[in-house]
């Protein structure tokens, strides 16, 4: 693009620094610029010490607008204290804000919350409530005054908000534009004497269930002042533009460190940033990368004001969390369905290249409650939506008395789309089944037959509601085709912690189709097969991979309300998982996705092999993150036999796992020392050894607090366990009742999902490690593979690893220091290591690099074979350090053996877009960087006239041209305008002079997605020659490759479009 007026601004991380004092006018000013995890916050003005209040974890700095800002969870994270300042008849409060949702509230008591407010008998609020009303409440002569503003709050972008009282009058504004003013008796303002000044916290906190407080802000701060002044809208502009291209990505982000000493939380399974989910579903691919979304609470872990959360995979196991696609939204504007109480779960389907989501809506007011609502998108990424409101409401039609409805699925076949959802009737649990012809009108229809040949009162195990359905073709046996339908019966006899559990269920069967496309579901058999073994899995999302069904689900808490508060999450998605049918044609068959072997730090590590027991054995091996693979001789077993795992060293904490011939049984009897366990029991699971064979094979994921196990890779159950003890990592295999013949088991240690790790392989050198001493060289990087005349093999890692011994024997001392690294994750280090044991003086230690302080230590085996263990970097999360292998014995195992040493790096903050912003201002004269199709501009509506019409009126343009629509033709011709296209950047706004025809349908200028050809947003004239300033918003689209597009569809009066200085903020080219 050839512009003349380009750059006028370029934008770095570095300018976001230059503003670090308090304003001239100010009698209050928090930074929040202190390091992360400080506990107090200095007011720079009158240096009073304000306290955040914090539960579990250290208060949180993140990337803020000028160094750092001040990072609050929505439900335990507030900063107060006193407040003793005084103003006249003039003041302003302001602050930078980065906002992630809008507060919750209980269902049917709301309580609103506040940005900021003061306590006491004076008291202000900067309020907002669960839907994103905003307002500002102030005493001004003795009386509370409150003025609202007209629209919801930002989300997803740094905002500088300000309320501002000139002598009486209160104005809000967003981003130095005004938003709403209103004018009451000029007096003194009175602030409170003896309150406190609070950020991030309702002023009327609302605690559901006595333990969760509901309404608080999940938010990012930064430069929050309150001047004794009314500040100008051009200083709140300056202010604004001074940081308006600041990331709000980085400010969002959950750091490392919130969970870095939880080990509970999983690693590798796919789970939300923090707090509460529940069901995933709506699992799509779209152009090669997969979506799911979810049911999500971003504001803290707990269940209140539903919205569905979005993560893309592009291989199903490592997973990008971005924003939340729907959210809950008060009925106005002629629609209705739009979730006011809760956006629930639902589906996702392609169609034409766009993305259709139906879900369940609940509302206070008008119809569907619940019903199911309809939103499209053909965004590339999926984050912009439009939403139509509801489409099917429980009460019309209700031929079938159908009690209650949720949990759209929607399929196509045979010429028609089909959509089931779950339902409660008179009956227990059941479906309601639909289907249309065409996704784009909105319009289904009710099926007059049930979606299932036998009733659902002879299918249904005692439920009230069948929850999440899923229906798909599975396969084909003997040239039938079979399909699958799977529900999450709940309600009525089912309970979540006894029999009958609540657990995912299905039966396969055939589908049979009538002359109009329209089908009917025709079961194997009456009642249900249970999905998976044991409970604690359910809800499954499906979609298809290279033809084949993987499904993910959800794992749910066994915990009470109490610990979950104090975790600050709840619940966890699945592994992915493959399904197919297996040969008897009637039983669904599961195994552990491929791609799950990219999450393998080291080579599999061989614990035992050919080993004959009869009792409970100890395998050398430990870890809260591991893949084993337990193989065993099924014509050599005892009456049990299987495995254990989370075993602190005195097996004083233990989960067993076993077959007895007959059921599978997981015995949590001593799994906790923890209170708060829902589950703690022997819990049983009958097996089918007719379909699934007699267990052969285990393959085991622990996760932490999450296992998974596959018997055979063909029958599967998920389940949580809660180790109290960070050392409860040991597993081992069990025997009773005769000899079982372990053929081999192995171990995989694995690394975290989301984690960009840092592996010292030794592979030829040292890998940037550096000696002091004697004791290790480079000429210790051995190639052996095995030691001693009878050739015993390292167990190593590669082709190379350090053999302490090689140079120079056992009589040498020294140490052995790696590089630095920003430790990241749960700061858990793994490596093999092997030489001598002795504690005190053989070792490989994590140490602090800024403090110099010693994390944790591990030393050898007394044997020359590598052997993995695991260093706890808990307490250095997020910071710089350093490994270092020291040898400080000689004699007999005086020496160290060392490799494939596993690290996980800090997550580097979301990549800021260098920005410029670049003026399309017609300043050349003519039409560069512009196209034109039709008659409606030309380069003879580019215009130096200053003014119109006989009184000669200003045009108000900015410098010596401008875009004149009417005057090359008038307000006859038509036609369109498309810049060059540009990649968008910084905060996605365009800032545009606009004038000419008023009409929103046929004359406007558009923000366009180039790739998609999508229109994004756009703007319309004033009826007027007069330029006024507009902004075309794409925030959603910073990255993307993006166009302008004027369009005059009009002719007679007004009917042309007029621009000047047009400001984008853009990535250099």
């Known amino acids: 693009m050839t512009i003349k007026h380009v750059a006028l601004l370029i934008v770095s991380l570095s300018l976001f620094s230059l503003q670090a004092h308090a304003y001239s006018s100010s009698v209050l000013y928090l930074k929040y610029d202190e390091s992360n995890g400080e506990e107090d916050v200095i007011d720079q003005v009158a240096g009073q010490v304000y ?56 269902e049917g008591n709301h309580q609103a919350s506040s940005l900021i407010h003061a306590t006491g008998e004076d008291d202000f609020n900067l309020g907002i409530d669960t839907y994103g009303n905003w307002w500002f409440h102030v005493y001004i002569g003795g009386q509370a005054r409150t003025v609202f503003a007209p629209e919801p709050f930002p989300l997803y972008a740094w905002t500088h908000v300000a309320a501002t009282v000139d002598a009486g009058t209160v104005t809000l504004y967003i981003n130095g534009v005004e938003q709403a003013s209103q004018s009451f008796p000029a007096t003194d303002i009175q602030l409170p004497t003896n309150g406190e000044l609070v950020v991030g916290r309702s002023s009327n906190p609302q605690i559901s269930f006595g333990v969760f407080e509901v309404n608080a802000i999940s938010a990012a701060y930064d430069e929050t002042a309150i001047e004794d002044v009314a500040v100008s809208q051009a200083e709140l502009k300056s202010r604004y533009e001074a940081h308006r291209f600041t990331p709000w990505q980085s400010a969002l982000v959950v750091p490392d460190t919130r969970f870095a000493d939880d080990h509970l939380r999983p690693r590798y399974h796919p789970l939300p940033p923090a707090n509460w989910t529940n069901e995933p579903h709506g699992l799509v691919e779209h152009d090669g990368r997969f979506h799911m979304f979810y049911q999500r609470t971003p504001n803290g872990p707990y269940k209140w004001m539903m919205h569905w959360g979005h993560m893309f995979s592009d291989d199903l196991v490592s997973w990008t969390n971005t924003k939340d696609a729907f959210y ?21 389907v392609m169609d034409n290249g766009w993305a259709h989501a139906f879900y369940t809506t609940v509302n206070y007011d008008g119809d569907f409650n619940p019903g199911v609502a309809w939103a499209t998108s053909n965004d590339g990424n999926l984050e912009r939506w439009t939403q139509y409101g509801g489409i099917i409401d429980k009460n019309d039609p209700n031929p079938g008395n159908v009690l209650d409805l949720r949990d759209p699925y929607v399929w196509h076949s045979d010429g028609r789309w089909h959509m089931i959802i779950g339902a409660a009737t008179q009956n227990g649990g059941g479906l309601e089944y639909y289907h249309t012809t065409h996704l784009g009108d909105g319009y289904w229809e009710r099926s007059s037959a049930g979606f299932t040949s036998i009733p659902y009162a002879s299918m249904d195990p005692g439920s009230a509601i069948w929850e999440m359905p899923v229906f798909e073709y599975l396969g084909t046996v003997n040239g039938v085709d079979k399909y699958v339908l799977v529900v999450s019966p709940i309600g009525g006899s089912m309970q979540k912690n006894s029999t009958p559990f609540i657990r995912s269920k299905y039966w396969t069967g055939t589908w049979q189709v009538d002359g109009q496309g329209v089908g009917q579901f025709v079961p194997d058999y009456d009642q249900p097969k249970n999905l998976d073994v044991l409970h604690g899995h359910l809800s499954p999302t499906i979609a298809r991979r290279n033809g084949e069904l993987v499904a993910i689900g959800i794992v749910d808490e066994r915990t009470n309300s109490q610990m979950q508060n104090d975790l600050g999450w709840a619940h966890t998605f699945s592994l992915p998982v493959e399904w197919r049918l297996l040969d008897d044609g009637e039983t669904l068959g599961q195994r552990p996705l491929t791609e799950l072997e990219s999450l393998r730090t080291h080579e599999a590590r061989n614990l035992a092999g050919n080993l004959s027991i009869d009792s409970d054995t100890s395998l050398d091996f430990g870890s809260a993150q591991v893949e084993l693979l337990i193989e065993l001789d099924p014509n050599s077993t005892g009456n049990q036999y299987g495995f254990y795992v989370a075993a602190s060293p005195d097996m004083q904490e233990v989960t067993r796992i076993y077959y007895d011939g007959e059921d599978l049984i997981i015995d949590k009897s001593n799994m906790s020392q923890y209170a708060g366990m829902e589950e703690s029991g022997v819990y049983v699971g009958s097996y089918d050894e007719v379909a699934f064979g007699e267990p052969e094979t285990f393959r085991v994921y622990i996760d932490h607090s999450v296992i998974a196990v596959f018997i055979n890779d063909k029958a599967a159950f998920h389940h949580r366990i809660y180790p109290s003890r960070k050392d409860s990592v040991q597993v ?35 890998n940037g490690w550096t000696p002091t001493g004697d004791a290790f060289s480079s000429l210790d990087v051995a190639d052996d593979s095995c030691y001693w005349v009878e050739c015993y093999p390292f167990e190593r890692n590669g082709n190379f690893h350090v053999w302490g011994f090689k140079d120079g024997g056992d009589d040498q001392l020294g140490e052995l220091q790696s590089p630095t690294f920003e430790l990241g994750g749960d700061g858990t280090v793994g490596l093999l290591i092997g030489g001598g044991d002795n504690l005190n003086n053989l070792y490989v230690a994590l140490i602090g690099g800024d403090s110099g302080l010693e994390l944790d230590r591990v030393t050898g085996t007394d044997s020359e074979a590598l052997s993995y263990r695991e260093l706890d970097g808990s307490a250095c999360v997020g910071q710089s350090c350093y490994l270092k292998a020291v040898d400080d014995a000689t004699g007999g195992w ?9 690290v996980p790096l800090a997550r580097p903050a979301p990549a800021a877009l260098p920005v410029e912003v670049r003026v399309f201002d017609f300043e050349s004269g003519d039409l560069t960087g512009w196209t034109a199709y039709g008659d409606a501009f030309s380069v003879a509506d580019v215009s130096d006239d200053a003014c119109y019409w006989i009184e000669c009126f200003s045009f108000d343009r900015e410098g010596d041209y401008h875009l004149w629509g009417f005057k090359d033709g008038g307000d006859d011709l038509t036609g369109e305008l498309h810049s060059d296209t540009f990649t968008l950047s910084g905060d996605g706004l365009i800032d545009v002079l606009i004038s000419g025809g008023a009409d929103i349908n046929n004359q406007y200028l558009a923000l366009m997605d180039a790739e998609f050809d999508i229109e994004l947003d756009r703007i319309t004239g004033n009826d007027s020659e007069t330029l006024v300033e507009k902004q075309l918003n794409g925030r959603d689209s910073v990255g993307r490759p993006v166009y302008l597009k004027a369009v005059d569809n009009s002719t007679g009066g007004w009917g042309h479009l007029n621009l000047d200085y047009i400001r984008a903020p853009v990535v250099p080219d």
């Open 894 to 902: 005086g020496h160290l053996n060392l490799d494939a040493v596993q």
């Open 328 to 348: 809950p939204k008060e009925n106005t504007g002629g629609q209705s369905g739009l979730g006011s109480k809760g956006i629930w779960s639902g589906d996702v």
């Open 732 to 766: 081992g295999l069990i025997a009773d009742g005769g000899t079982t013949t372990f053929t081999s088991v192995q171990a995989f240690p694995l690394q975290g999902a989301d984690n960009d790790g840092l592996m010292y392989d030794f592979e030829g050198d040292l």
């Open 51 to 106: 306290s955040i209040r914090h539960v579990n974890n250290p208060p949180e700095r993140v990337p803020g607008v000028t160094g750092n800002a001040l990072r609050t969870d929505g439900y335990s994270t507030w900063l107060s204290g006193d407040l003793s300042v005084s103003v006249s008849d003039q003041m302003t409060l302001s602050t930078w804000i980065a906002l992630e949702s809008y507060p919750s509230t209980e």
